[in-house]
């Protein structure tokens, strides 16, 4: 990875992608297979790739005693079913 090389690690990563799909939001009944798809591998699946992408530059920071964060942000989404 160029970055982890240009910056001498990774010591903390925001996880915070966000795709709710379309405006307001569909109920539940409405809401095509498509379009939840999208929204499951930009929630789910991004932040759990990226994470795993740089596992390794994390670890090393961590055993370098530098730390290693991952913090993961969501919206009121989390809390509030639509």
């Keep these: 990875m160029q970055m982890v090389g240009e ?3 990774v010591d903390v990563l925001f996880n915070n992608a966000s795709s709710l799909g379309t405006t307001p939001l ?3 009944a ?3 297979c498509e379009d939840f798809g999208r929204a ?3 929630n789910l699946f991004g932040p759990f790739r990226l994470t795993k992408a740089l596992l390794g530059a994390l670890r090393a920071s961590a055993w370098e005693g530098r730390g290693a964060v991952v913090l993961n ?4 989404a989390a809390v509030n079913a639509y």
């Design 73 to 76: 942000i969501s919206s009121d």
């Design 40 to 42: 499951v591998a930009t």
């Design 30 to 32: 409405d809401t095509g």
């Design 7 to 9: 910056l001498g690690g």
């Design 26 to 28: 569909a109920l539940l």
